[in-house]
């Protein structure tokens, strides 16, 4: 248990570096032209294809693979002290891995049948573009609905079981309350929701790596 305690803890570290590096990406490199006519935008998903299936993969793909391994471990490390708890965040964890994979696999997919379209019928290649990017967030980015769900109901879990730091737990109520409240269409929910994983992701990584076993 103590291993996968800490492959848990090294995947939970890469969680939050992928999120540091979405942010950064889209933040000083991502010069997508918003303002653009149709024809730029395409011309520029054309010439960026190769490097926007990478961000994609990492974001959703990778990033979903990581969670899975998380998702099961904190599962095993609760699951004795708090049952019901640890296996109802278990399952929203796992819904929540199945929609990011999902969303990357739908993001890179739709990309490739964007630009082939586009030769032919640029009007038609922007509105599936519209549906796709639609698709995209429901599942994967626009709410975070399970993913908070998951958060809350672990960080629940994990203050009846005594695991792990105490206010690591609280700031996990905080996060999964933000993340359900991004049912309501407020950017700001999810800009925090995001940014204050980083955080979260990293402290229960070092948590896992120095206390890999339960007491």
């Known amino acids: 248990m103590n291993t996968l305690q800490k492959i848990a803890g090294v995947a939970a570290l890469f969680e939050a570096a992928i999120y540091i590096s979405a942010f950064i990406f889209f933040g000083a490199f991502g010069d997508y032209p918003v303002s653009a006519d149709d024809t730029q935008k395409l011309i520029y998903l054309t010439h960026h294809q190769s490097t926007l299936s990478i961000i994609n993969f990492a974001m959703y793909v990778a990033f979903g693979l990581f969670l899975a391994i998380l998702v099961i471990a904190i599962h095993q490390r ?98 999964g309350t933000v993340g359900v409240l991004t049912i309501y269409p407020a950017e700001i929910l999810t800009e925090i929701f995001g940014l204050s994983q980083i955080l979260w992701f990293s402290w229960l990584g070092m948590a896992m790596l120095v206390k890999p076993n339960s007491e």
């Open 78 to 175: 609760m699951k004795t002290r708090a049952p019901l708890l640890s296996q109802t965040a278990a399952i929203f964890g796992i819904i929540w891995v199945g929609l990011v994979i999902a969303s990357g696999m739908i993001a890179n997919v739709g990309l490739a049948a964007v630009i082939d379209l586009s030769a032919q019928n640029p009007l038609q290649a922007m509105t599936l573009l519209l549906v796709i990017n639609t698709i995209v967030e429901a599942l994967g980015g626009g709410n975070e609905i399970v993913g908070g769900l998951w958060v809350l109901l672990l960080s629940v879990a994990g203050l009846k079981a005594i695991e792990l730091p105490k206010w690591l737990h609280y700031f996990g109520l905080f996060i």
